[in-house]
């Protein structure tokens, strides 16, 4: 959901290769909450904006996200997310994405948010 490029290639790619699990470690997936989302009228695809708190290891970090078809600006602040925190940051526009917020594509390939179905400390890691 956050870099686009990125996110479609998610999308698009099959599950045919097999990993190890030092592999998947090595992808840090953390729950965050959505402090702040702003409208991003400089993206060339609609997107948002997002600030949001990994806890007191990693902070409040910023990601530009493709969400806007299932997701109002004021439907996010408060949300708990799921997120990429060790990729590289990415200049998209005037915005340096520091995480890469998570989603799967709907049946029309519009972004819907990985999420958490209960309260959880910033900050938590996917195992």
């Known amino acids: 959901a956050g870099a686009g490029r990125r996110a479609r ?34 993206a060339r695809k609609p997107a948002f904006k997002l600030k949001i708190d990994f806890g007191p290891e990693i902070g409040v970090k910023t990601s530009s996200a493709q969400i806007t078809h299932h997701y109002t600006l004021e439907q996010l602040a408060g949300r708990m997310v799921a997120a990429v925190v060790n990729f590289p ?11 890469l917020t998570l989603g799967f594509p709907d049946a029309q390939g519009e972004v819907v948010l990985v999420g958490v179905d209960r309260e959880l400390p910033l ?5």
């Open 9 to 42: 290639v998610f999308r698009m790619s099959r599950a045919t290769e097999t990993i190890g699990f030092d592999d998947f470690q090595k992808v840090d997936i953390r729950v965050g909450r959505i402090v702040k989302a702003d409208a991003f009228p400089e």
């Open 89 to 99: 940051s990415r200049q998209i526009g005037p915005v340096k994405s520091e995480v």
């Open 123 to 127: 900050g938590g890691r996917l195992f």
